[in-house]
C-alpha cells in the first residue's frame, strides 16, 4: 500500500522555539494533506487540510501564524509549530490521500512533540 | 456542533462474540463514509469504506458497516470477534465544503477481546 513518511516521531525542544515536522508521501503523489493533532486517549483533532500549491485551510480555533503549514510539492507537506510552549505539547499525525473526496487515507507514525 | 459521535468507548468482548460498534454524524448533504482500525504499536488502516450504492458494507477481515441515512448512522458489525481484533476504531467522514475536503473523526472505541 502507499507509504507515508513523518520525520520527526519525537522532538523535545525549549519554550519559544520553532519545531518543523516532514510528512512525505513515499510512492504517491498526494494533492491534499491532513494534519491531526491527538491527545492522549483522545480521538484525532483535524488541524488543517493542505492542498499542494495553496494555503491550508485551517480548523475553527486552530491558530495560523502558531501552525504554520507549506505544501510545497505533491509529495511533501510540512508543518512548523512556531514559538513553542508546554501547551503544544502533543502527538501530531499527518495523512495523505491519493483521492481525497473518496479515497482512504495513509497515515504518518505521527510526530510526539515535548515542549520543556 | 457538527461532529462525529462514538457511543462506545471501552468494549470488552470474549472471543466469538459478536461486536457492533455505533457511530453517528451530524453533517448535511454528502458525505463519505469511513472506519479505520489502529493495532496497537502500528498506523491507522482503512477497514471499509462508503460512497453510494449498497448501503451494506464489507471490509477487511469479516468486518462489515451499514449506513442508514435517516439515522445518520454507520455502524460497524462482526459477526464472531477474534482476539487479533483487540485496537482502537475509529469512524470518520468525509466531506466536501469550505472549497476543501475534510477528513473528521469520531473519538475511537477501544475494542479488547479476551481469549
Known amino acids: 500500500g502507499a507509504v507515508v513518511s513523518q520525520h520527526p516521531s519525537w522532538v523535545i525542544c525549549k519554550s519559544g522555539t520553532s519545531v518543523k515536522i516532514e510528512c512525505r508521501s513515499l510512492d504517491f503523489q498526494a494533492t491534499t494533506m491532513f494534519w491531526y493533532r491527538q491527545f492522549p486517549k483522545q480521538s484525532l483533532m483535524l488541524m488543517a487540510t493542505?492542498?499542494?500549491?495553496?494555503?491550508?485551510?485551517?480548523e475553527q480555533g486552530v491558530e495560523k501564524d502558531k501552525f504554520l503549514i507549506n505544501h510545497a510539492s505533491l509529495t511533501l507537506s510540512t508543518l512548523t509549530v512556531t514559538s513553542a510552549h508546554p501547551e503544544d505539547s502533543s502527538f501530531y499525525i499527518c495523512?495523505?490521500?491519493?483521492?481525497?473526496?473518496?479515497?482512504?487515507?495513509?497515515f504518518g507514525s505521527g510526530t510526539q512533540l515535548s515542549v520543556l | 456542533a457538527q461532529s462525529v459521535s462514538q457511543h462506545n468507548h471501552h468494549v470488552i468482548l470474549s472471543e466469538a462474540a459478536s461486536l457492533e460498534l455505533g457511530c453517528n454524524y451530524s453533517?448535511?448533504?454528502?458525505?463519505?463514509l469511513f472506519w479505520y482500525v489502529q493495532y496497537p504499536g502500528q498506523h491507522l488502516q482503512l477497514l471499509l469504506k462508503y460512497f453510494s450504492g449498497d448501503p451494506l458494507v464489507k471490509g477487511i477481515k469479516g468486518f462489515e458497516a451499514e449506513f442508514i441515512k435517516s439515522k445518520f448512522s454507520f455502524n460497524l458489525r462482526k459477526p464472531s470477534v477474534q482476539w487479533s481484533d483487540t485496537a482502537e476504531y475509529f469512524c470518520a467522514v468525509n466531506r466536501f465544503t469550505s472549497g476543501t475536503y475534510k477528513y473528521i473523526f469520531g473519538t475511537g472505541t477501544r475494542l479488547k477481546v479476551l481469549a
Open positions: 453533517y448535511g448533504g454528502t458525505v463519505n
Open positions: 493542505s492542498n499542494e500549491g495553496s494555503k491550508a485551510t485551517y
Open positions: 495523512s495523505a490521500a491519493i483521492s481525497p473526496g473518496t479515497g482512504e487515507l495513509f
